[in-house]
């Protein structure tokens, strides 16, 4: 096996999707970006949640909200529910796994403000679990996914914004996932507080 060729692929693969997704995802991230901003604007918060890599994913967009992303500004509401070992250990305990978005979705969602739900397959229970939790408050759904959307693109509303990178292997979507992530902090910034 030629490791250094190997390596290159990666690399290759993953500028090459990309740049693929740039047309097809512009225009949804863009309409998440507006949905988030209208919710921070609001008084509302963001709740966002997946798994694996994908809670990763949920802890880095709220920790670039709450803190910063590249420039100066007040911190921004929003909680990443992956985050709370005592919270997910009692629910998976006394209910289950596929309850440990929704029953703190159910908690903590009001009316407003907005499910970031990551998932590569679309098809994660405990985050269909949540995108329903999220419909049942009253709070508008931005699902990141890939492939076919699985699931939770059955699921979502007329309101709700799809992301879903056309894109079968984990790993790469996982990879267009963070740009996308990295899109929205962008975004909410730029319709926040100018920035060219």
Do not use: W
């Amino acid at each position: 096996m030629d490791l250094i060729n190997r390596i290159s692929e990666n690399f290759s693969e993953s500028a090459h999707l990309k740049l693929q997704s740039m047309d097809a995802l512009a225009v949804p991230i863009a309409a998440a970006v507006q949905a988030m901003v209208a919710c921070l604007q609001g008084d509302g918060k963001i709740l966002a949640c997946g798994n694996g890599g994908s809670a990763a994913d949920a802890q880095h967009f709220s920790a670039e909200l709450l803190n910063r992303f590249e420039v100066e500004r007040p911190g921004l509401a929003a909680v990443a529910l992956t985050t709370d070992s005592s919270t997910l250990t009692s629910i998976a305990n006394d209910y289950d796994y596929v309850q440990v978005f929704s029953k703190q979705v159910r908690a903590l969602g009001r009316a407003g403000d907005v499910l970031l739900a990551i998932s590569t397959s679309g098809n994660s229970p405990n985050v269909i679990a949540a995108v329903e939790a999220a419909h049942e408050c009253s709070m508008r759904v931005v699902a990141l996914t890939g492939r076919n959307g699985g699931k939770m693109a059955e699921l979502l509303r007329p309101e709700d914004v799809h992301i879903c990178v056309p894109a079968t292997s984990t790993a790469r979507i996982q990879e267009v996932h963070l740009l996308s992530l990295h899109c929205l902090c962008d975004g909410i910034d730029c319709l926040l507080l100018g920035v060219e």
